[in-house]
């Protein structure tokens, strides 16, 4: 509340940044997932980890504008 820093050592770090779902063309994420924390991490050497499991709901179906639900894609939906 005073604004003194405090320093914490540890062995990994975990950066939740809100993810990067607006680099698609079509999807519903807020405004604001633009990848700007794991680029900023990037950018200082630092590696970054399975960004094959970042979600971003629901799937759009480019260039048709449509979106297919979770629901779909638990169903085994495939675009």
Do not use: K, N
């Not at 630092?46 to 894609?73: K, R, S, W």
């Amino acid at each position: 509340e005073d604004g003194t820093l405090h320093r914490f050592g540890a062995h990994s770090t975990v950066v939740a940044t809100g993810g990067f779902g607006r680099c698609y063309y079509s999807c519903t994420s807020a405004h604001t997932c633009t990848g700007d924390g794991g680029g900023a991490v990037s950018r200082q050497g630092l590696p970054l980890q399975d960004l094959e499991f970042v979600q971003f709901h629901p799937t759009g179906i480019f260039p048709a504008g449509g979106l297919m639900t979770e629901g779909g894609q638990g169903e085994g939906g495939i675009l």
